[in-house]
């Protein structure tokens, strides 16, 4: 068995069921055919570029909750990479 | 189980290409501008109209991108300017690849800014690298003024944002407050033109916001050029 993890920030417009809807199509008749895709969501994480303070919120349109500056940077959520594969090597 | 770490990011293949755009265009002296808008907001029309603007300047070019016709490129293309149409197809949005394919085609033999006209779309042409100097979002008055709140994405992106049919702005009730607010809130307020393509107002102000761009870059190059 092979098994993917995918990281994906939620501020980016990838959708889980969309890649593992293509990757079926493209993974079928090969090697990862049976492969199975992780999905890591990342929450996203901004700084406030006023007071630098940090916070989590659920997406990009917010004011910082420490001093209410509205000029927001985000630091976590933009992610889209793989993070890791796992392969059977028979040491089970 | 064995796990390998892998860490690479999956739009690795179209950093590099924009990575390789972007050496291919400072190499030439040409500024990049990568034109984002929703359909209908004003891209071909302001695209047109600063090249009215800064024509004794710089030389231009422009990627038209579209899924389908050639109506853009052929606007442009009676007009003189040099143009390259991609047809994506199905595809929503320009990719590095597409781009080095289109750019490779023109001749730059002197400062050139050249326009991508992204394909109408707020949500995936902002993930895509194309090896720009400069993102630029085109916003409308007829458009409304929520899309900052909706597509935060093309706006976390933006260089420089350009309100387009302001002089609708009473008629559509367009809140210029809370659509200023909705780019604030997603990242610190980049420079903002408020334009009318129909009747030409601020115009002059962004075609001179992007040709001191444009001289901050080939301007540096050149220098660099002398001094080597």
């Known amino acids: ?92 | 189980m064995g796990r390998i770490e892998i860490r690479r990011n999956i739009l690795e293949a179209n950093e590099n290409l924009a990575r390789r755009n972007r050496d291919f265009f400072a190499s030439n002296d040409v500024l990049v501008v990568n034109v984002m808008a929703a359909p209908g907001a004003g891209k071909t029309s302001t695209i047109l109209k600063t090249i009215e603007s800064l024509a004794d300047q710089y030389a231009f070019a422009v990627i038209e991108g579209d899924m389908a016709s050639r109506i853009d490129a052929d606007v442009m293309a009676e007009r003189g300017i040099p143009v390259e149409q991609i047809n994506t197809g199905n595809m929503c949005h320009l990719d590095a690849n597409m781009i080095r394919e289109a750019a490779g085609k023109f001749t730059y033999d002197r400062p050139t800014i050249l326009f991508i006209e992204n394909v109408g779309n707020l949500v995936c042409p902002s993930e895509f690298s194309l090896g720009e100097d400069l993102n630029i979002v085109i916003a409308s008055t007829t458009e409304g003024h929520d899309k900052p709140y909706k597509y935060p994405s093309i706006y976390l992106r933006a260089d420089a944002v350009l309100i387009n049919k302001i002089d609708l702005l009473e008629a559509m009730e367009f809140d210029r407050k809370m659509f200023c607010d909705g780019v604030a809130a997603v990242k610190p307020m980049p420079p903002l033109f408020e334009i009318s393509c129909r009747n030409g107002s601020g115009l002059d102000d962004w075609a001179c916001w992007l040709a001191s761009e444009c001289e901050r870059k080939l301007g540096g190059t050149r220098g660099k050029l002398a001094e080597g």
């Open chain 1, 1 to 92: 068995m092979t098994a993917i993890t995918i990281v994906v920030g939620d501020l980016t417009s990838i959708v889980d069921e969309s890649v593992q809807f293509y990757f079926n199509i493209m993974t079928k008749g090969t090697i990862l055919e049976d492969a199975i895709l992780r999905f890591k969501r990342i929450a996203p994480e901004f700084v406030c570029t006023d007071c630098g303070h940090l916070f989590t919120g659920r997406s990009i349109g917010i004011r910082c909750p420490d001093c209410g500056g509205k000029s927001i940077v985000a630091d976590k959520g933009q992610e889209f990479y793989i993070e890791s594969v796992e392969v059977d090597d028979g040491a089970d």
